[in-house]
Nanobody, 126 residues
């Protein structure tokens, strides 16, 4: 599956952004799709992921209550609504997907995703 991410930008702390990720295929129950981010000098880290029919998205502890994932299946799009942004959220955000996902406990492992988008920069100023 091919992924195209967009929506990044520069925002002040406390502000909001919404990222979009358009997939080349419909977002079926077979597809695990989510977001990772990578800040300068740091490893890529899990942000959130979702799979239809599995009881809802999963989030990293650092973004729970501030970020929300949703999908628009008609538009083949995954969204990441980011509220109450903090300077620590500054990173390149990548959407990722896989048609053969492992159990929920593995969703935070970037090795479980075979397809990646190109990344979109999010910068939060203090």
């Amino acid at each position: 599956v091919q992924l195209q991410a967009s929506g990044g930008g520069l925002v002040q702390a406390g502000g909001s952004l919404r990222l979009s990720c358009v997939a080349s295929t419909r977002i079926s129950s077979n597809l695990l799709i989510g977001w990772f981010r990578q800040a300068p000098g740091k490893e890529r880290e899990f942000v959130a992921a979702t799979r239809r029919g599995t009881g809802g998205p999963r989030y990293a502890d650092s973004v729970k209550g501030r970020f929300a994932v949703s999908t628009d299946n008609a538009k083949r799009t995954l969204f990441l609504q980011m509220n109450s942004l903090e300077p620590e959220d500054t990173a390149v955000y990548y959407c990722a997907a896989d048609f053969t996902p492992g159990p929920l406990s593995t969703w935070q492992d970037s090795n479980g995703y075979g397809s990646w988008g190109q990344g979109t920069q999010v910068t939060v100023s203090s």
